[in-house]
């Protein structure tokens, strides 16, 4: 009874160290950022030139493996429906962290925007090795291979995320 306690206790202990092991920021070489939050909260965000992707979700780990589970932001739009000679309401992605209630002339100017809310997805499984976040591709392949940069094409680049100091 008691070497089970000691076995559970030392499972316990050091699946919760490495959760705080891997809390942090971490970049990669295609513009992209990971902030793992050690509440088990994220925000994923990436930028090239003018262009810019972002989500926030929660994160879990088991073993090695980090599943993110993203959590879209809505804004509530207010409009008057012609139609059916009435004011209706409307989901749609908010373009920054915060759900407010909108009109449609605040979003005039979305058309010019190059960026906002999930445009471009983030990653949903990573694995965890030496400070380094490895994505998982859809058949459960980590991915350690290198690919092309965006600027200089013949140079070829690792895909893991860096942890940042």
Not at 138 to 143: D, H, L, T, W
């Amino acid at each position: 009874m008691k070497i089970l306690i000691i076995l559970i206790l030392f499972l316990f202990f050091t699946t919760s160290t490495k959760k705080n092991e891997v809390a942090g920021s971490y970049h990669d070489y295609f513009g992209s950022s990971i902030q793992l939050n050690s509440n088990h909260t994220y925000n994923y965000h990436w930028s090239l030139c003018m262009n810019h992707s972002w989500i926030q979700g929660q994160w879990e780990m088991s073993d090695d493996t980090i599943l993110l589970n993203p959590i879209l932001v809505f804004d509530t739009i207010y409009y008057f429906d012609s139609l059916q000679y009435k004011y209706s309401d409307s989901l749609v992605l908010s373009l920054d962290s915060i759900p407010e209630h909108i009109t449609p002339n605040k979003n005039e100017g979305v058309a010019i925007l190059s960026g906002g809310q999930n445009l471009y997805g983030s990653p949903r499984k990573l694995f965890y090795k030496d400070g380094k976040l490895f994505n998982i591709d859809k058949e459960g392949k980590v991915q350690r291979g290198k690919r092309k940069g965006f600027i200089n094409g013949h140079k070829k680049y690792p895909t893991y995320y860096l942890r940042d100091n």
